[in-house]
């Protein structure tokens, strides 16, 4: 066994138990869930074999995670959804919290206004929230990673991203009071 294939195991055993569960969480048919597991692995592997390894190899399976559970929610709703009918988890990535681009005109506008507010909201923050909070929310840098760049320490980090998102949730909880008592 090559390097890079025990190094993709170690991976998959140590991140296997958490991944299924955070996937069974969204995804309650078991077979959908292990078919999105699976999925993640085959990712991995591929990734893996790139020319550039995956550094943070269990937070991108996570990420890739996320992704197939997205897939599979906007493949299986074939009718019309209301778009703030799901609220996806607090670590969910921004994409998940907006509505779909496919649910239709309404669903267009008010990803249009959200987009918008958001953008105002975030020019309200310090600076330095608004650095951290666009680095590791839309930017998937990890703590540690603005840590080591910056020098500030993650603590510090995750305390000023999580005064940004206070900020951001105080801020946005007009806007989607209106658009969903529609």
């Avoid at 140590?14 to 999105?36: C, G, H, M, T, Y």
């Avoid at 299986?76 to 994409?95: I, M, Q, T, W």
């Avoid at 500030?152 to 900020?167: D, F, G, P, Q």
Wanted: no cysteine; glycine share 2%.
């Amino acid at each position: 066994m090559s390097q890079q294939d025990r190094q993709i195991t170690e991976v998959i055993v140590r991140e296997e138990s958490r991944l299924r569960n955070f996937i069974r969480k969204w995804v309650p048919q078991e077979a959908d869930a292990e078919d999105i597991l699976q999925d993640v692995f085959y990712e991995l592997i591929e990734a893996q074999r790139m020319v550039a390894p995956l550094r943070e190899a269990g937070a991108w399976m996570f990420r890739v995670a996320r992704n197939r559970i997205a897939d599979l929610f906007r493949r299986r709703s074939s009718r019309r959804e209301d778009p703030f009918e799901r609220a996806p988890g607090p670590d969910a990535p921004l994409e998940e919290w907006l509505p779909s681009r496919e649910a239709g005109p309404e669903a267009a506008y008010a990803r249009v206004v959200l987009l918008e507010q958001l953008d105002a909201a975030m020019e309200e923050l310090p600076e330095n929230q608004r650095a951290v909070f666009i680095a590791h929310e839309l930017e998937g840098i990890s703590f540690k990673e603005l840590s080591a760049a910056t020098g500030v320490a993650v603590n510090t980090l995750i305390s000023r991203k999580h005064y940004a998102v206070l900020h951001l949730r105080r801020r946005l909880r007009a806007i989607y009071k209106e658009y969903s008592n529609d």
